[in-house]
């Protein structure tokens, strides 16, 4: 697999205290941009062979790091409000707005970066041309530690900047050990939460059904079944409560949390790539769409 933390190109524009990263197809012009959003405690670095794949289709990759993650600045592993995370994307969004050619849009997010793409596509779905959510971080499975989400609620309003470590048992991102095993070795993903952004997070995730039934754009989701991050529940939930009628949720058999890097990951980026495809093409009006679909006919 490729390194996370190899040497970054091309560099990073410095967007206010974000760090920003244009990924352009190689000898010729982009047929559509996808604004990619990682997820809790990585950074957007570890999303390299996402970005090769989505490149060599001729698609252009915008990705940054949240405050407080990779390169960005900012405390690490800290927000006052969840929200923040969303204002990140919406600064990155108006730049990409104000400064880029203009493309149709996809949103692509994983995991927590799954739970700030349902925020922003609930104000801003008129602009996008389709959402892409992979293992949306919505109900914590059982590898985040119950003690840990108590211990936020009690210390939250006294000791918010108390830093809780993080497992070194990465195990559960990917069937692939080498994932787990670089993730612990990559110098800028964290190894620690603080009470106050975990507070802030778990105080965000309810809203996410709600948010869901105002998003009408297409929706593509990701998840594996026996993904103990977040709970293949929480995403056949939010499913159900997309208003979106082109809509689809693939669960892969076994799969792990971070699909683009699971024994699944060709497969994954295969049902990527043709739904990004079909979506450039004029659609069928709603009423011939086939709204819906749930495919749990997936390889391993």
């Not at 493309?103 to 008129?126: C, E, Q, R, T, V």
């Not at 952004?197 to 809203?207: D, S, T």
């Not at 990701?222 to 669960?251: C, M, N, P, W, Y």
Request: with cysteine; hydrophobic share 35%; proline share 8%.
């Amino acid at each position: 697999m490729e390194s996370s933390f190899v040497a970054e190109v091309p560099p990073p524009l410095a967007l206010g205290p974000l760090a920003v990263w244009r990924h352009s197809p190689e000898n010729r012009s982009p047929l559509a941009r996808i604004l990619l959003i990682h997820g809790l405690s990585e950074h957007s670095g570890r999303h390299q062979n996402t970005i090769r794949f989505l490149t060599a289709q001729g698609y252009e990759v915008i990705r940054f790091d949240l405050r407080g993650a990779g390169r960005s600045g900012g405390k690490r592993q800290w927000c006052e409000y969840f929200e923040e995370y969303v204002e990140d994307t919406v600064r990155v969004f108006n730049w990409m707005s104000a400064e880029l050619s203009p493309l149709p849009l996809f949103l692509l997010g994983h995991s927590l970066g799954g739970a700030i793409g349902i925020y922003f596509a609930a104000d801003y779905g008129k602009s996008l041309q389709g959402l892409i959510l992979s293992a949306t971080g919505y109900l914590p499975g059982p590898s985040i530690s119950p003690w840990k989400i108590k211990l936020g609620k009690l210390l939250g309003s006294t000791l918010p900047g108390l830093r809780v470590p993080g497992s070194r048992d990465k195990s559960d991102l990917s069937r692939d050990p080498a994932v787990g095993e670089e993730f612990l070795r990559d110098p800028l993903t964290c190894q620690f939460n603080t009470i106050q952004q975990g507070v802030q997070i778990l105080k965000a995730l309810p809203r996410l059904p709600s948010l869901c039934r105002r998003i009408t754009v297409p929706v593509l989701m990701f998840h594996g079944d026996a993904d103990r991050v977040v709970k293949v529940e929480g995403t056949q939930e939010l499913f159900l409560a997309l208003a979106s009628r082109d809509k689809k949720l693939h669960i892969f058999p076994n799969g792990y949390h971070e699909p683009h890097q699971d024994l699944n990951k060709e497969e994954y980026f295969s049902l990527l790539g043709n739904w990004i495809d079909h979506h450039l093409i004029p659609q069928l009006s709603p009423e011939k769409d086939h709204p819906g679909l749930v495919s749990k006919n997936v390889s391993r």
